[in-house]
Structure formats: C-alpha cells, structure tokens
C-alpha cells in the first residue's frame, strides 16, 4: 500500500505540478515517503509546495480554498486561517476540524 500511495504522490507531482528551480532550497535533499514534506506559499494561502529529491513542485489548491499548513490539505479557508497582510503570510491558530466519509 505504501508503494502505491508513493505512486499517486508522483505521479501527482510530475502531472500537475510545477518545478520551481528559483525558489529558495528548503527542500532536504532526499524524499522520504513516509514524511512528505509540504511547504506553504509566502506569498498566496491557495499556493504550496511539495518537496520531491531536493526539488520545490507547486501546487494550488481548487478555486476558493486554502492551503491549510497544519493538515497539508487543501481547505475552506475558515479551517486554513490564512492571513496577507502587507506581504506577509501567517496561519493562525484555529478549528482542527476533520471531516471523515
């Protein structure tokens, strides 16, 4: 099950996913499967990153929802609280809300 999830994330990275060589190295060298690591976006609340082999892929989130940090997930923005003030970007503290189908 672990392979094919690693499979999706791929698979996911290299279809929709944007490789960004200008931004910053925050990303470790070496991925990790079971400890993906996302990145949230200074400068939008619906734009993240994901790192794969050392390398930043972005992402955004569907129209009217927010990266939220705390979950990696893609989410209302009343559960992401995601603030811009005056080209800052912070998540404040809020809901841990999970909602399972």
Same mark, same amino acid.
Request: net charge negative; proline share 5%.
């Given at each position: 099950?672990?392979?094919?999830s690693?499979?999706?994330?791929i698979s996911a990275v290299?279809?929709?996913?944007?490789? /960004?060589?200008?931004?910053p190295?925050k $990303?470790p !060298?070496e991925?990790?499967p079971? +400890?993906?690591?996302?990145?949230?976006?200074?400068?939008y $609340?619906?734009?993240?990153?994901?790192c794969f082999?050392?390398t930043l892929?972005e992402f955004r $989130?569907?129209q009217?929802?927010? %990266?939220n !940090? /705390?979950?990696n997930i $893609?989410d %209302?923005?009343?559960?992401a +609280?995601?603030?811009?003030?005056?080209?800052?970007?912070?998540?404040a503290p809020g809901p841990? /809300?999970?909602? /399972?189908?």
């Open positions: 099950m672990k392979n094919f690693l499979t999706i994330l290299l279809a929709v996913g944007l490789n /960004v060589s200008g931004e190295a $990303c !060298p991925s990790d079971e +400890n993906i690591v996302f990145i949230p976006s200074d400068e $609340c619906d734009k993240y990153y994901i082999n050392g892929f $989130c569907a009217g929802l927010h %990266f !940090p /705390v979950l $893609c %209302f923005p009343r559960y +609280n995601c603030k811009i003030e005056k080209g800052t970007i912070s998540f841990l /809300v999970m909602n /399972v189908f």
